[in-house]
C-alpha cells in the first residue's frame, strides 16, 4: 500500500463519520514528522471520537500500522499518528484556537476531491 492510499484512507474514513472542513496539508520538505497532516474537525466529543475510531478502524482494516493515537479520552484534539499520515481530529473550538493551518501556512493543500467523490 502507498501514503497516497493510506491519504485517501483516512480522507474517506473522516468523510464518512462527517468530519467538517477536511482538509490536507502536503508536510513533504517542511516537516521530518509526516509527509501529510490530514485536518478536520467535528461538533461534539461523540463525533470527534466516532471520526477518529472511523480512521483507526479503517487503517487496520486495510493494512495501515496506527503508530499512536492521543487525545482520544478527552476528544478535543486527538492525533492518530499513521506513519507518512498524521491526522489531526478537532473539536471545533480547539481547531479555531490551535488554527494549524496558519501555523503550517506555508504547506500546500493536497487536492482530495477525488477521495471525497468515491
Not at 485517501?8 to 514528522?33: F, P, R
Not at 493494512?63 to 479520552?73: L, M, P, S, T
Amino acid at each position: 500500500m502507498t501514503e497516497r492510499q493510506l491519504l485517501q484512507t483516512a480522507v474517506k474514513a473522516a468523510d464518512d463519520k462527517k468530519a467538517e472542513d477536511i482538509l490536507v496539508l502536503n508536510m513533504k520538505g517542511i516537516s521530518l514528522v509526516a509527509d501529510y497532516f490530514l485536518i478536520c474537525h467535528g461538533n461534539s466529543d461523540k463525533q470527534v471520537q466516532a471520526i477518529a475510531r472511523e480512521i483507526k478502524e479503517k487503517a487496520d482494516e486495510n493494512g495501515f500500522e496506527v503508530k499512536r493515537i492521543e487525545g482520544f479520552d478527552a476528544a478535543r484534539w486527538i492525533l492518530i499518528d499513521l506513519g507518512d499520515v498524521v491526522a489531526h481530529v478537532f473539536h471545533r473550538e480547539e481547531r479555531g484556537y490551535y488554527n494549524l493551518e496558519r501555523l503550517w501556512g506555508d504547506a500546500p493543500l493536497e487536492n482530495i476531491d477525488s477521495e471525497l467523490s468515491q
